[in-house]
């Protein structure tokens, strides 16, 4: 299955760049090229697109307020933004994440790790550099290091419909673990650590792992310096 992409950056040459890597991966197509937010929108409903690569910094629309109008369309509800930045600790990611992307990338990423992550947003499966993901929201989900809850065992009023077994993986899926890092942490194969995953994001009413991580940070469950 060969994975629709789109272009969003208001710099042709990087466009132009990004377009002759992705074309020499097999499985990745160029659906699209936007050079701003308004555009970026229009051309994801025409194209249909599985991912969109956003740039924050774009003029008449930017990416933060493009990815919004596309995670808040129903009918583009199978499409995965994901951001490039400049600067990865850029403090706009994190609103981007808070927005509905699906992870971001430095812009002086590696084409292989590119291109990887392209299939990795499309298949939904795993939060981008999840290390400095994770510092970025717990930096401003809990600023200064204070305490957001009543303690390591207090379980916030939004997680109520989650099983003691899917609060554990949550708590995984914040700490920056993949699929099969679960499975090995929790003794299960990847299949089932898949299973809790996606019941726990059917429960609370995301798109991917990496609005999980928004909510276990947003509702205290997940903090810095939590082990």
Request: net charge negative; no cysteine; hydrophobic share 45%.
């Given at each position: 299955?060969?994975?629709?992409?789109?272009?969003?950056?208001?710099q042709?040459l990087?466009?132009?760049?990004?377009?002759?890597l992705?074309?020499?991966?097999?499985d990745?197509?160029?659906?699209?090229?936007a050079?701003?937010?308004?555009?970026?929108?229009?051309?994801?409903?025409?194209?249909?697109a599985?991912v969109?690569?956003?740039?924050?910094?774009?003029?008449?629309?930017?990416?933060?307020a493009?990815?919004?109008?596309?995670?808040?369309?129903?009918?583009?509800?199978?499409?995965?933004v994901?951001?490039?930045?400049?600067?990865?600790?850029?403090?706009?990611?994190f609103?981007?994440?808070?927005?509905?992307?699906?992870?971001?990338?430095?812009?002086?990423?590696?084409?292989?790790?590119?291109l990887?992550?392209?299939?990795?947003?499309?298949?939904?499966?795993?939060?981008?550099?999840?290390?400095?993901?994770?510092?970025?929201?717990?930096?401003?989900?809990?600023?200064?290091?204070?305490?957001?809850?009543?303690?390591?065992?207090?379980?916030?009023?939004?997680?109520?419909?989650l099983t003691?077994?899917?609060?554990?993986?949550?708590?995984?899926?914040?700490?920056?673990?993949?699929n099969?890092?679960?499975?090995?942490?929790?003794?299960?194969?990847?299949?089932?650590?898949?299973?809790?995953?996606?019941?726990?994001?059917?429960?609370?009413?995301?798109?991917?792992?990496?609005?999980?991580?928004?909510?276990?940070?947003?509702?205290?469950?997940?903090?810095?310096?939590?082990?």
């Amino acid at each position: 299955m060969t994975v629709r992409v789109l272009l969003a950056d208001d710099q042709t040459l990087i466009r132009a760049g990004f377009r002759a890597l992705i074309e020499t991966a097999p499985d990745l197509e160029v659906v699209g090229e936007a050079s701003n937010g308004r555009e970026a929108v229009a051309l994801t409903r025409e194209t249909r697109a599985d991912v969109v690569l956003m740039d924050i910094r774009m003029p008449d629309l930017d990416g933060l307020a493009a990815t919004r109008a596309i995670t808040a369309d129903e009918d583009l509800a199978g499409v995965r933004v994901l951001i490039l930045t400049t600067f990865e600790a850029d403090e706009h990611v994190f609103q981007a994440l808070r927005s509905g992307a699906s992870g971001f990338l430095g812009k002086g990423v590696e084409p292989a790790d590119l291109l990887d992550a392209i299939r990795v947003v499309a298949a939904g499966e795993a939060l981008l550099t999840p290390k400095a993901t994770k510092a970025l929201i717990a930096r401003y989900l809990d600023p200064a290091g204070n305490e957001q809850d009543g303690g390591q065992g207090a379980v916030p009023p939004e997680l109520g419909t989650l099983t003691e077994r899917e609060r554990e993986v949550l708590g995984l899926v914040a700490a920056g673990l993949s699929n099969d890092d679960i499975a090995r942490r929790l003794f299960v194969s990847p299949l089932t650590a898949k299973t809790h995953v996606n019941r726990i994001m059917a429960k609370l009413d995301v798109r991917d792992r990496a609005q999980l991580v928004v909510v276990a940070y947003r509702t205290g469950f997940a903090r810095a310096g939590r082990d």
